[in-house]
């Protein structure tokens, strides 16, 4: 009992002088803005806390100008509609129109002689000017998107502890031309910041070019000295397996310490890991940032960290502490660590570069991301929503465009978590930076090639991120731009410089279809393409070795569209006919050819979007499927353009911009299992590819046929085996299969499993007839089926769908979790499949999950399909 309370109190205490010898938190809310054309005020005056704010209005921060201005409901939401067209461009306005003041009054002051405080700006769009309580804090203005600032405020503090910061956000300069062309006229890569704002071919343009605070302000509290930008590599030699017992890792640790005062501090600088201490006893000079290097640690039997589908990945809390020789702790930084060893190596035989991760090969299934919202809205539950979509997919990859930003630490938060690795681009790209010639740039090409004006800004910029980023595991690779090297000496320094010096542990490939990537044999730009193709193609044409952008449609269902267009422009699209709504225009149709006219002509825009959703699944699938089908003969990787939008478009995304999944998930979903039975749509040969590390002995391979009426015939089935890491062709049948499908198509079921028939991989295709309609689908009988809904906790529910003997295949069904009054579906929610096919006398479980917080009263599941009315089940 004596010991127990002892070790009470010294827990108390330990937490006492943590909370003394650091405390941080944000200033994201109470904010003030005004346009700087509505105020003559100079900067010192507008700090000092007794100036009258009336008239200001209540600013969004984090956040941009045009968020503030739409959260006060003074402009329409640019996502609907044509309601960007409303907004006025800073282009047409000039730039003061979107400079504003921002205003924060906040508390702070010192409590003891040696107290720091630090005041922290992760994020300003373009350039800013600050000011605490009348005296300026940045000697110079702040220039560029990505570079983060650091102030030492100790001495700016007001006596009272009554603060006011103030702070002039000023746009890019020059903001580009929205043109219409990709970025505009280029002109906004003079800037080092977002492209995508002056306007793509997926996106309009952001009207602000998303000036303002626009990622987290932070007071930070430390005692004497600021511990910064900790730095962890993780080596993890040999080729391991996961779910065993492992050889040992070694830990390798330094952090920068910051020593304001003027005089000499001793002490250890140090850090806990699974209940290791590692120590480095320092000198710091005053008035200087000493980096400091620890011991390499061997840690025994790590539990390491894999990507999505391979193994867990654990997370290890890790925490940095400075110690003076009077032992108490002046500032400590904790962060988590996943440990694993990335290695690329250049495979000769398909003349790209392959992935290994802890000594194990691992298949690129990648997909391209914008960012998560285009006005730069950024939640961590946003982020976990959309990474955990990514993990659904199946994929183990996401490549962070160069026309956007460096991802947030709380998206590579999420990535760490799901098991997403990241190959995140600088901020480049060859539309605007110059590859080609266009007509619709301001400069020529050589004056591009020069883009940004600032190189010295970019490179610092680049360093800086690199230190903010580099503690991930989840992060994998570090690309120069898209579709473009950098300027030569930025691209030196990324190369020379930076990456080795602050990084050393990740590729850094100079553009992202380089051939240090993907060689090129074919021609052309080395990546694509951007269209809707016939399925065979992704498994006959072979293409690039690690293509870096290749996909194409993604329009989601009338739930979802109804989301973002007028009931008046609910038309369907005549792509035939070019005869194509304003609406659908301007939020990018992609276009879906003749592909669902395939299905029936549609009869309204509902019918249409459903058709939509087959041929979503089916083009993603057979995406995964044909590449998956050369893995480390034709291809180490692919990387799908692309699977998110940043706001309401109709192109390249797996769910739309309200989290809202479509079909081509689940197709991803399907085609990407790490154990995949499947069938070569042009030639019929059945195949599997195991991404597993083990050998599969004794598994069924069962091959049959089901007509519209739902019976069946099995013609084929073997016991196989198959290595590692492989995929293996079995046979064919397409003969058969095209007699039989020649009429009304037919459906082809290849399954896997095990010898106590559990199934291991379950691949429904629907096939056409010989004209290539889906005829039998036309005219399928109605399947009734019956579900049971369970509620197994408070945001898990399990639903078990049968389908009775004796009737045809309850086809293409989606699940939806809907709010039980209003019938709108609850979002997100995350489904372990949809758009799922039941065949007759089976039945099919799936798990829904979703956060108790979103829903507000009771909600029910709906069930609908092709041939299966829409019935709605309490859950109970």
Known sequence: MHRKIISIVLLIISIIIDLQSQNVYELNSGWKCIPVSNIKSKGEELSNPLYNLSGWLPATVPGTVLTTLLNNKLIPDPFWGMNNKKIPDIYFTGRDYYTYWFIKDFKEKLTSANEQVWLHFRGVNYGCDIWLNGHKVNPETHFGMFLRQTYNITSLLAVDGNNRLAVIVYPPDPVGNPNGGQGGDGT????????????????????????????????????????????????????????????????????????????????????????????????????????????DFTLSDPKLWWPNGYGDQFLYNIKFEFIDNSKQVLDSESLKIGIRELQTIWNDHTHSRQVNVNGQMIFIRGGNWIASDAMLRFTDERYDAEIRFHRDMNLNLIRIWGGALTERPEFYNACDKYGLLVFQDFWISGDCNGRWKDQMKKDDQPTRRKYPDDHQLFIKSAADQVKMI??????????????????????????????????????????????????????????????????????????????????????????????????????????????????????????????????????NVRDFAFKAQLVNYDQYRALIEGFSSHAWDWYTGVIIWKTQNPWTALRGQMYDYYLDPNAGLYGLHNAGEQLHVMCNPVNGTVMIVNNTFHEWHDIKLQLKTVDMNGKDSLLNQSFCEISPASVQKYFTMKKVVDELREKQGTFL????????????????????????????????????????????????????????????????????????????????????????????????????????????????????????????????
């Not at 996106?203 to 302000?217: E, L």
């Open 188 to 295: 906004i890569a003079r800037n080092v910041s977002i492209q995508y704002s002056a306007g793509w071919d997926w996106i309009q343009p952001v009207r602000d070019r998303n000036t303002g605070i626009w990622d987290k302000v932070i007071v930070e509290k430390t005692n004497s000295v600021d511990l910064k930008n900790p730095h962890v590599i993780t080596l993890v030699p040999g080729k391991r397996f996961p779910g065993q017992s492992q050889q040992p890792a070694v830990i390798k640790a330094s952090a920068e310490i910051n020593n304001p005062s003027g005089s000499v501090i001793r002490g250890v600088l140090q850090y806990k890991l699974d209940r290791n201490i590692i120590r480095q006893e320092v000198s710091l000079q005053p008035r200087s940032t000493t980096e400091v290097h620890l011991p």
């Open 749 to 876: 079921d290849v399954r896997l499993l095990d010898k106590n028939q559990k199934i291991l991989s379950d691949n429904l295709y629907w096939l056409p007839d010989s004209i290539g309609n889906y005829s039998g689908l036309q005219t399928m009988k109605k399947a009734f089926t019956k579900a049971e809904v369970r509620k197994i906790y408070e945001g898990k529910i399990e639903v078990i769908i049968n389908n009775p003997a004796n009737g045809p295949i309850a086809f293409f069904n989606r699940l939806s979790l809907v709010d039980d009054q209003t019938k709108k579906r609850v979002l997100p929610v995350f489904y372990s499949d949809n758009y799922f096919s039941v065949l007759p006398d089976e039945k099919k479980t799936i798990i829904v999950e979703y956060s108790p917080s979103i829903v507000k009263g009771k909600v029910s599941v709906s069930l609908s399909g092709w041939n299966v009315a829409e019935k709605y089940f309490p859950v109970r």
């Open 470 to 603: 580099r503690n991930h595991p989840s992060l994998a690779f570090y690309c120069g731009g898209n579709e473009i090297v950098p300027p030569e000496d930025i691209y030196l320094a990324l190369k020379d410089s930076i990456i080795p010096v602050l990084d050393g542990t990740r590729y850094f490939f100079s553009y992202s279809n380089s051939d240090s990537m993907s060689y090129n044999s074919i021609g052309g730009n080395g990546d694509g393409p951007y269209t809707i193709q016939k399925p065979g193609l992704f498994w006959e044409k072979h293409t690039f070795p690690f293509n870096s952008e290749v996909g194409n449609v993604g329009t989601g269902d009338y739930e979802s569209l109804e989301r973002f267009i007028p009931e008046e422009n609910m038309v369907i699209p005549e792509y035939a006919r070019a005869k194509i709504d304003s609406v659908w225009k301007y939020h990018e149709d992609l276009g879906y050819g003749s592909f669902i006219d395939a299905y029936g002509k549609p009869t």
